[in-house]
C-alpha cells in the first residue's frame, strides 16, 4: 500500500530516541522528510545525522514544546529547511511516578506540562501552515495509561487530557482537511524500559497478560502513526489507535 508520504514534511517532538526515533526512521522510508524536535539538542543532531547523513531529509532542532519561543523558533526552522509541514506528531513525554501523597507539585506541573501544554504550543505553531495547504496532520502519542494507573496520576490525567484535546481539535480542523488522532501504546520495549531493574519482570507479564503475547515494539507504535500521517488516512479523525497488543 503506498501511503503517500514520499516528499512530504514530517514534524516529530522527542523524536531523538526511543519511540519518536522509529517514527522518524518510519517516516524516512517512505521518502519524508523529518525534523527531530527534541529539548537534548546533542542526542537530536546525532538522531539527525544518522537518519540522514547527509541532512538532506533529516533536520535536528532544539526544542522545549512546553515553550511558545521554543516551539515557534522550530517551527520556522523547519519552514525554512523544508518550505512545508504536512505532518506534526506530539511524541515528546515522560513519566515521574508516585502514588498522589508523595507527588510533588513539580511532578504534577512537569508531567502535565509536557503532554499537554507541550500539543498545544506545537498544534497552535503548526495550524497556520496547515490551513493554508488545506491538509495536514496531527498525531499525538497518548498511552494506555489514559484508563488510569496507580502511582501515575499525573501521567494518566494528561494522557487522558490529550484524548480530548485531540478530540476537540478534530472538530475544529476538519472544514481544513486536517485530521487529528491519537496513538495509544502500552508498554513499549524503549532502551529507557530495557534498563530498569525489574525489566524481565515487566517483560514476563506483559507476555502472560497481553492477548498476543509480547512486549510492544517503538516499529508498533511507528507503524500505526506512519498510516494515521498517510494519504490512505484522509476519513479518520478524532479517533484514538489503541497500540496494546489487545490489552486495554
Ligand atoms: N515507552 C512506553 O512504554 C510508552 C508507552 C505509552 C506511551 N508512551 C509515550 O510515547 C512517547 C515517547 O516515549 P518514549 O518511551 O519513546 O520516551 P523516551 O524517554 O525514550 O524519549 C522521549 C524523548 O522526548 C524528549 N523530551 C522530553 N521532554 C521534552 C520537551 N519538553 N520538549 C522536547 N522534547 C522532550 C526526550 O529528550 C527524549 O528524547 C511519550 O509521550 C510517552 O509518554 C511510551
Redesign the pocket.
Known sequence: MDLGLNGKVAIV?????????SICERFLAEGARVVV????GA??GEAAAALSPDGAAALAVT?????RA?VETMVRATLDAFGTIDVLV??????RDMRIGRMSETDWDLVV???LK?AYQCTKAVMPTMIEKNSGRIIS?????YLGNPGQAN?SAA?AGLLGFTRAMSLEAGRHFITVNAV??????????RSLPHFDKIRANAEKTVAIPRM?Q?SD?ADAVAFLASDRAGYISGEVLHVTGGRY
Not at 523524536?15 to 519518536?20: E, K, L, P, V, W
Not at 526544542?63 to 515553550?67: A, F, G, R, S, Y
Not at 502519542?141 to 495509561?145: G, N
Request: proline content about 2%.
Open positions: 517532538t522527542g523524536g531523538a530516541r526511543g519511540i519518536g526515533l524536535a527534541d529539548m537534548d542526542a537530536a526544542c522545549d514544546v512546553t515553550d521554543s506530539n511524541n515528546a513525554g515522560f513519566t506540562d509536557v503532554v507541550g502519542i497518548s498511552s494506555r495509561a501521567y494522557k495509544a501504546p502500552g508498554i513499549v520495549e524503549t532502551e529507557a524500559v510492544g517503538v507504535v
